[in-house]
């Protein structure tokens, strides 16, 4: 906490200040260009004062983790809201996340492709409740995937009995592929069509749950 005397609005301000410049950075220049130095400067701050607010990078990506899992989340809930069709609701789930992945490459690269340290590294340390509440925030999309999967094959007792949350995990798998060869270029080298590419995939994915 900063040791000068401030209420806990404005101790609540100036984090998000500094997370919101975090993601800033991120978004136009990638994991790499993200230091305590740097996001001093974009924010009249030292690196120590900020410090303060956030006592080491691992806090402060926990928090970028919360927030971009948290928009994540609100992107697929308002892409369902329009129907109330389960296998339209699922179908929107997948051309969301394929839409923030392909449209947020900086921000889906620390997401998902980062080998930053996972909830259990925290476990027994002074970071385990903010990184329990991130680990949270991060299952909602996979919960949300899995009711809807299940709802949707609720309404088909002809097919085969298959575990919801596999499923999830499996077309979550299949889109985290396509994405990030999609983001990092590769797929615009080995495919002709790339954008016919990604939509195949969506469709076999809904292949995959509608049997």
Known sequence: MP???RSLEEVDA??????????KILVKNGYESLSMAKLGSK????????????ASK???????????????????????????APLQRFRNIVNAFVEFGTNNINIYDVMFNRPVKQHSDYVGTPLEKISSDEFRNSLKVLTFAVKTIRDYRETRPD????????LAIQSISALHGVISLHNSGVLYQVADDPE???KNIVNNIIRSITG
Do not use: G, Q, S
């Open 14 to 23: 100036v984090r998000e200040r500094i997370l919101d410049c975090a993601l």
């Open 159 to 166: 097919l085969k009995p298959a575990d919801p949350k596999f």
């Open 196 to 198: 016919i590419v990604l």
């Open 3 to 5: 040791k000068i005397t």
């Open 58 to 84: 691992d806090e402060l990506l926990i928090a970028i983790h919360k927030k971009t899992y948290a928009m994540l989340y609100n992107k697929i809930r308002n892409a369902v809201k329009i129907t109330d």
């Open 43 to 54: 924010i009249n701050m030292t690196a120590a004062n900020i410090y303060n607010y956030y």
